[in-house]
């Protein structure tokens, strides 16, 4: 069977499900939204409604929607008191947009590794590169798993450290003992771009443990003025990150859907990490106790290198999965390779040898990882067992042609 990037039948001729998904909720959403005849957060109900239900859905106290989740996370950052000077620890493999937020403040990011099996920040690292000017951390949920949230408090803790979850990726998820993300005590920021679990095409959130942190967000969102000032009274810099109600009323829509199409994704996600592990051609995102609800954004794997046999190159078999029909990505790159990570503020603390050398597992993942995006988990079990399918007839041929 000739791989479908050399003219061959592709393992996949239908089209996985699209995304986005809407449908007539959406077009009412957007109807009612505009015929409240207030299109501005400020006056009318859109935004506050989305954020009420999506932060009783999460365990927390209140949320404040904002533009993307970019500058969800530089606001939060802000509302935390970090500023210039100022390290966070935020892990190597993960967007550029957690590392970059924080430069966007003037703020230093410092790479720390990830975990082996979950693929989430490790907190050993973290306590091992914690200095004078470190004031806080960054808990990214990759691919919707959460981070070992009990032992990066621990940490904070000890060493009075924020915690900002950067939850870009981990709508719906929950934790250990079935935790939600807003029960942590910590702000937590989500992304709605258009590849998300939730979307409007762009958008974000600030989920908010306490109503003194929802008032700090609120204020740096909303070019430092606060809630209801009619005299211009602008007491902090800050942005405009408010959010349309055209975009928070799709958002709410979005939001009755998530808990269904969770666990679909949960359910086919396990399917194929169980055929892919009986392949033992890639190892897949192991899911431990910590993710009690796992969303999968991403379903995130590494190539396996076999006994005498030379490594496969991961671009190529991403380049043989697109042929096949499969929606598969190049992992992100290590955050300390991207050379925005090294412009000012840049860590003076950490080169690119030191990083390499402390980052096994975020090397790995940069040069051998690859994702699968949600919507081919929305299928059938059989849509599902496709890509498994694809995999392997994708790997036979490449080592065979080696």
């Not at 993307?68 to 620890?89: K, M, R, S, Y």
Request: glycine residues 8%; hydrophobic residues 40%; proline residues 5%.
């Amino acid at each position: 069977m000739t791989l479908a990037i050399h003219g061959g039948t592709p393992v996949r001729q239908t089209p996985y499900p699209d995304w986005p998904q809407f449908g007539v909720e959406e077009e009412n959403a957007l109807l009612r939204s505009l015929h409240q005849g207030q299109w501005w957060r400020m006056q009318g109900r859109e935004n506050l409604d989305f954020e009420q239900a999506f932060a009783q859905l999460h365990g927390g106290h209140s949320a404040f929607a904002v533009s993307n989740g970019t500058v969800a996370l530089e606001i939060a950052l802000q509302a935390a008191g970090i500023g210039p000077g100022d390290e966070v620890i935020v892990p190597a493999f993960t967007f550029i947009s957690t590392s970059m937020a924080c430069q966007r403040i003037g703020a230093t990011a410092i790479a720390v590794d990830v975990l082996a099996d979950t693929l989430c920040i490790d907190p050993a690292a973290v306590l091992a590169c914690i200095g004078p000017r470190t004031r806080a951390i960054i808990a990214v949920h990759m691919a919707g798993h959460l981070c070992d949230m009990h032992s990066l408090a621990r940490i904070a803790d000890q060493h009075r450290l924020v915690i900002i979850q950067d939850a870009a990726h981990a709508h719906g998820a929950r934790g250990l003992g079935d935790t939600g993300i807003g029960e942590y005590g910590s702000l937590a920021c989500f992304s709605f771009q258009n590849f998300k679990l939730m979307t409007a095409g762009e958008g974000g959130l600030v989920l908010c443990p306490n109503e003194e942190l929802r008032e700090k967000v609120f204020l740096y969102g909303n070019v430092g003025r606060p809630l209801g000032d009619r005299s211009y009274q602008h007491t902090v810099v800050g942005t405009n990150a408010r959010l349309s109600e055209f975009s928070a009323a799709v958002l709410s829509a979005q939001l009755g859907r998530l808990e269904q199409q969770t666990r679909v994704r949960q359910h086919n996600a396990r399917l194929l990490g169980e055929t892919l592990v009986r392949q033992g051609l890639v190892t897949p995102q192991v899911r431990t106790a910590d993710a009690h609800t796992h969303p999968y954004y991403m379903f995130l794997f590494t190539l396996d290198d076999l006994p005498g046999q030379p490594p496969l190159d991961r671009n190529q078999v991403v380049d043989c999965l697109v042929a096949e029909g499969i929606p598969a990505f190049r992992a992100y790159q290590a955050l300390y390779r991207i050379p925005s990570y090294w412009q000012a503020p840049a860590p003076t603390r950490q080169n690119l040898e030191q990083c390499i050398a402390a980052c096994p597992v975020s090397e790995r993942m940069a040069q051998r990882g690859i994702w699968i995006h949600h919507r081919a988990l929305l299928g059938t079990e059989q849509d599902t067992l496709d890509i498994a399918a694809a995999i392997a007839k994708v790997h036979q041929h490449l080592v065979g042609a080696q």
